[in-house]
């Protein structure tokens, strides 16, 4: 509890506990001096760090809005979450909804769940509050938006965006499937493959894919798995990218509501007016924002105006799959088993995210007709992306080929393994988001049948393990780098230092 200025304790939000948890993790200060810094007891962080597993689930699954001070839970939660997803597809497509409409659709609701409730307006106002949500006719900036499904996209909708915002606050952001596990050897198995379930769809993960129209500024990746603590993850206290979960590792409107409205308030806290980019489906509700004007694609036409569907998704996936490979074959060459994790997985994510260029993701954005020409590109030079010039792919494919006996697949087959992934949910019957309700509840612990001994939490090296790891490095760089690479490494011991003996 915070203190007040009056001597009294103050309840801290869900929000504020988070970047408690945040500010001790990153060990720049003493806790002493976080309590300061955030006017609370030492007692209270305290009880909080006592608290981390709770709270972080609680903020992770969007359980509570990030204001939220108490975590109390509902009585009948499983209700009030199948009623949120309700509420949010229907806004998604712009539905009016009422207090009645409301109370309604919660009774039909409890009754399929064969729950004895009584819905009635106080219990409304308190559910209401409990999610943040206010009912009011979808006015504004929001609504606006959904003439350009139908209208001129090259010769009105586009040119109004490019006028009224600057290139570094246009942002595109699109779903892909992504099969992590996926070696040259199955790519005629998964190829094609839809992947809505099934033994194939346990190999999937959909990443959200966002960056601005000039390259300065890449979006976290965000990623959704089928587990939301995997064994992979065990005493893993950051991971390298956004992450949630649900049943099939699809992006649901729920999902992205909370995705877009954190983003929301990031741009709103840099005083940023923002326009997202995004193809208009179930899973992406008309949210009402502050700083961020959605604008939605027409429909069946995303593959043509979208800039992330030009190359930039692909490119990350070259990268991706160029470190799979890589893994592979190190692998052999240790006569070792070859094997990935979800967590592995990720931070290669990570990594090929990084490796995208914004060189890359103008060129995607103008070939989608978001940017100018510049004289200074020639057109010869307008597809000639990353992905096409970098030779050490196709090396690495034709070697883990005919070690795996797979000589009919191409590379480019293999980069594009998964283009044709299912990756968000259509819209949701009744039983649908009850099914859903559910399944969300089971995946917290649970791993896909078949993620078995290689999803095992790697053991954490103790101090004196590190301090011979970074001796190790040491000795392996001054024989084979320079001095650059050696000034990178004080760093890294630094680093490493501070972990192993934190200021007091």
Same mark, same amino acid.
Request: aromatic residues 8%; hydrophobic residues 40%.
């Given at each position: 509890?915070?203190?007040?200025?009056?001597?009294?304790?103050?309840?801290?939000?869900?929000?504020?506990?988070?970047?408690?948890?945040?500010?001790?993790?990153?060990?720049?200060?003493?806790?002493?001096?976080?309590?300061?810094?955030?006017?609370?007891?030492?007692?209270?962080?305290?009880?909080?760090?006592?608290?981390?597993?709770?709270?972080?689930?609680?903020?992770?699954?969007?359980?509570?809005?990030?204001?939220?001070?108490?975590?109390?839970?509902?009585?009948?939660?499983?209700?009030?979450?199948?009623?949120?997803?309700?509420?949010?597809?229907?806004?998604?497509?712009?539905?009016?909804?009422?207090?009645?409409?409301?109370?309604?659709?919660?009774?039909?609701?409890?009754?399929?769940?064969?729950?004895?409730?009584?819905?009635?307006?106080?219990?409304?106002?308190?559910?209401?509050?409990?999610?943040?949500?206010?009912?009011?006719?979808?006015?504004?900036?929001?609504?606006?938006?959904?003439?350009?499904?139908?209208?001129?996209?090259?010769?009105?909708?586009?040119?109004?965006?490019?006028?009224?915002?600057?290139?570094?606050?246009?942002?595109?952001?699109?779903?892909?499937?992504?099969?992590?596990?996926?070696?040259?050897?199955?790519?005629?198995?998964?190829?094609?493959?839809?992947?809505?379930?099934?033994?194939?769809?346990?190999?999937?993960?959909?990443?959200?894919?966002?960056?601005?129209?000039?390259?300065?500024?890449?979006?976290?990746?965000?990623?959704?798995?089928?587990?939301?603590?995997?064994?992979?993850?065990?005493?893993?206290?950051?991971?390298?990218?956004?992450?949630?979960?649900?049943?099939?590792?699809?992006?649901?409107?729920? &999902? +992205?509501?909370?995705?877009? @409205?954190? !983003? /929301?308030?990031?741009?709103?806290?840099?005083?940023?007016? %923002? =326009?997202?980019?995004?193809?208009?489906?179930?899973?992406?509700?008309?949210?009402?924002?502050?700083?961020?004007?959605?604008?939605?694609?027409?429909?069946?036409?995303?593959?043509?105006?979208?800039?992330?569907?030009?190359?930039?998704?692909?490119?990350?996936?070259?990268?991706?799959?160029?470190?799979?490979?890589?893994?592979?074959?190190?692998?052999?060459?240790?006569?070792?088993?070859?094997?990935?994790?979800?967590?592995?997985?990720?931070?290669?994510?990570?990594?090929?995210?990084?490796?995208?260029?914004?060189?890359?993701?103008?060129?995607?954005?103008?070939?989608?007709?978001?940017?100018?020409?510049?004289?200074?590109?020639?057109?010869?030079?307008?597809?000639?992306?990353?992905?096409?010039?970098?030779?050490?792919?196709?090396? &690495? +494919?034709?070697?883990?080929? @005919?070690? !795996? /006996?797979?000589?009919?697949?191409?590379?480019?087959?293999? %980069? =594009?393994?998964?283009?044709?992934?299912?990756?968000?949910?259509?819209?949701?019957?009744?039983?649908?988001?009850?099914?859903?309700?559910?399944?969300?509840?089971?995946?917290?612990?649970?791993?896909?049948?078949?993620?078995?001994?290689?999803?095992?939490?790697?053991?954490?090296?103790?101090?004196?393990?590190?301090?011979?790891?970074?001796?190790?490095?040491?000795?392996?760089?001054?024989?084979?780098?320079?001095?650059?690479?050696?000034?990178?490494?004080?760093?890294?011991?630094?680093?490493?230092?501070?972990?192993?003996?934190?200021?007091?």
């Amino acid at each position: 509890m915070a203190k007040s200025s009056g001597g009294k304790q103050t309840a801290i939000s869900l929000k504020i506990k988070m970047e408690l948890l945040k500010a001790v993790d990153q060990k720049q200060k003493t806790k002493t001096e976080i309590c300061k810094n955030f006017d609370i007891a030492n007692s209270t962080l305290s009880t909080i760090i006592k608290k981390r597993e709770q709270i972080t689930e609680m903020f992770e699954r969007s359980k509570f809005e990030p204001e939220r001070k108490r975590m109390r839970t509902a009585k009948h939660e499983d209700l009030e979450t199948a009623l949120l997803v309700w509420f949010k597809q229907a806004r998604s497509q712009n539905a009016p909804i009422s207090g009645p409409l409301m109370l309604e659709r919660s009774s039909e609701l409890a009754k399929q769940m064969g729950i004895t409730f009584s819905a009635n307006p106080g219990w409304l106002e308190r559910f209401k509050k409990r999610n943040g949500i206010v009912l009011k006719n979808v006015y504004g900036e929001a609504n606006q938006v959904l003439p350009t499904m139908t209208g001129n996209w090259f010769q009105s909708t586009l040119p109004s965006i490019l006028e009224e915002y600057e290139a570094k606050d246009v942002f595109n952001a699109d779903e892909t499937g992504l099969f992590y596990r996926c070696l040259p050897n199955k790519t005629l198995l998964f190829k094609g493959q839809l992947c809505s379930g099934g033994k194939l769809s346990k190999e999937r993960i959909t990443v959200l894919v966002g960056c601005n129209s000039d390259g300065s500024e890449k979006l976290p990746l965000f990623v959704i798995g089928k587990s939301l603590k995997p064994r992979c993850f065990k005493n893993v206290r950051t991971l390298p990218v956004e992450y949630t979960a649900n049943k099939k590792a699809w992006m649901v409107a729920t &999902m +992205f509501t909370d995705w877009i @409205v954190k !983003l /929301d308030e990031r741009f709103l806290r840099e005083k940023r007016k %923002v =326009a997202m980019i995004i193809d208009n489906c179930p899973a992406h509700p008309n949210v009402v924002l502050k700083a961020i004007k959605l604008i939605f694609l027409p429909p069946n036409t995303t593959s043509v105006l979208q800039p992330c569907d030009q190359g930039i998704i692909q490119n990350m996936k070259f990268f991706y799959r160029k470190q799979l490979l890589r893994k592979y074959l190190l692998a052999i060459e240790a006569n070792e088993d070859f094997s990935i994790n979800l967590l592995d997985a990720l931070h290669m994510l990570h990594s090929a995210w990084n490796s995208v260029t914004p060189r890359t993701i103008e060129n995607c954005f103008r070939h989608a007709g978001f940017l100018k020409v510049s004289d200074s590109l020639a057109p010869k030079e307008m597809g000639k992306e990353d992905i096409e010039t970098e030779p050490t792919l196709n090396e &690495m +494919f034709e070697k883990v080929s @005919v070690l !795996l /006996d797979c000589p009919t697949v191409s590379s480019e087959e293999f %980069v =594009a393994v998964d283009d044709d992934n299912v990756c968000t949910a259509p819209i949701m019957a009744d039983k649908d988001i009850l099914e859903f309700v559910q399944s969300s509840k089971n995946i917290i612990d649970a791993d896909s049948d078949d993620e078995n001994e290689m999803n095992n939490a790697a053991p954490v090296p103790t101090s004196s393990e590190m301090r011979n790891i970074m001796k190790s490095m040491r000795s392996y760089l001054d024989a084979h780098s320079n001095g650059e690479m050696n000034n990178k490494m004080d760093d890294i011991e630094q680093f490493v230092d501070n972990l192993i003996n934190p200021k007091p």
